[in-house]
Structure formats: structure tokens, C-alpha cells
């Protein structure tokens, strides 16, 4: 009997770590900072000061991304609320710090739970966004 509680004890020991393994890789889906590649950092926006491709930008974003970073680039949108991790707030310098090229690349590629959005837009539309994203830098 003894034996077979050593038995038992071990055999869930052994499945508490399993589960806690895999509930690793599913719920935090991404651990980490998201950076953006050096090479794609340094492709610079041929859009940039373009104030009509910035105006496209607005329309998209307000169609797109406001449901998660809401209207105002903070992150706060209705669809962002129970996001992990939570939709970037445009607004702080971790953000606006990067270069045009981070982002476009982060619009493009994408990663959980944001989508990828280099079928979706083509490459003026997510420029665009670029742009815009610049409107919500605190002066
Ligand atoms: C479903 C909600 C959702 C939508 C819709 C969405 N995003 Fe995001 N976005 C996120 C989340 C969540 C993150 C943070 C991802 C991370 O840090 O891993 C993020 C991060 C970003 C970042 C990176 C900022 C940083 O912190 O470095 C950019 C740029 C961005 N989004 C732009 C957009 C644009 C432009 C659109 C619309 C075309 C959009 N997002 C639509 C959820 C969303």
C-alpha cells in the first residue's frame, strides 16, 4: 500500500509538470519584449511627412486597430481589454522611441494575439499607419 502511494505520488508529480509545462508555451503566449529585428529598424518610411498617406492612415486605423488601442493610441480599446499581453499604448516613448521601420515591421509581421497584417494592407496602407501612430507622440 505504501508502495503504491510512492507510486501515485510520483506519477502526478510527474503530471503537475507536465501541465504546468505545456500551460507555459499556451497561455503566456509570448514572453518577452517584442523588438524588432536591427536590419528592419533601420528601412526608413518613404511616406514620411506624406500628410494625405497619413490621413489614409487615420481612416484605417480607426477601422482596424481601435477596437485594441483605442481612439485615442493608448491601448485601452474595448477588444484589447482582456488581451495578455494588453494592446501597446502609442502615447509612451517605449513606443514612439522606436523607428518608423520597428513599427512597419511589428504592423507586418505581427504576433499574439496582435495579427499580422502584411496580406491584409499593402505597403502604403501599413506606412500609413506609421504615420499615423506618430500623431499620438506627447509633444
Ligand atoms: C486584437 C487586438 C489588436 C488589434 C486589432 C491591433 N493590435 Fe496592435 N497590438 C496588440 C497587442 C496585444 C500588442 C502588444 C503585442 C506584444 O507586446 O507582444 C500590439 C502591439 C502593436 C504594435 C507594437 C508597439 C510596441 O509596443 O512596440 C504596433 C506598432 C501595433 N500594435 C500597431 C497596430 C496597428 C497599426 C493595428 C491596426 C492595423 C493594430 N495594431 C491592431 C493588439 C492589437
Redesign the pocket.
Known amino acids: 500500500m505504501k508502495y503504491l502511494n510512492l507510486k501515485f505520488g510520483i506519477t502526478l508529480t510527474v503530471l503537475l509538470m507536465l501541465m504546468l509545462g505545456t500551460g507555459k508555451s499556451v497561455f503566456s503566449q509570448?514572453a518577452g519584449k517584442?523588438v524588432a529585428p536591427e536590419d528592419a529598424s533601420k528601412v526608413t518610411n518613404p511616406y514620411a511627412g506624406d500628410e494625405q498617406v497619413t490621413k489614409d492612415g487615420e481612416t484605417?486605423?480607426v477601422q482596424?486597430?481601435l477596437?485594441?488601442?483605442g481612439k485615442k493610441g493608448k491601448g485601452d480599446?474595448i477588444?484589447?481589454m482582456s488581451?495578455n499581453?494588453?494592446?501597446?499604448n502609442?502615447t509612451k516613448s517605449?513606443?514612439q522611441d522606436?523607428s518608423d521601420g520597428?513599427?512597419y515591421w511589428?504592423?507586418t509581421t505581427g504576433?499574439p494575439?496582435?495579427?499580422a497584417?502584411e496580406t491584409v494592407?499593402n505597403d502604403e496602407q501599413r506606412w500609413s499607419?506609421v504615420n499615423y501612430?506618430r500623431k499620438f507622440k506627447k509633444d
Open positions: 509570448q517584442w484605417l486605423f482596424l486597430c477596437v485594441c488601442h480599446g477588444g484589447g488581451l499581453p494588453r494592446p501597446s502609442f517605449a513606443v522606436q520597428a513599427l511589428k504592423i504576433r494575439p496582435m495579427a497584417y494592407l499607419l501612430i
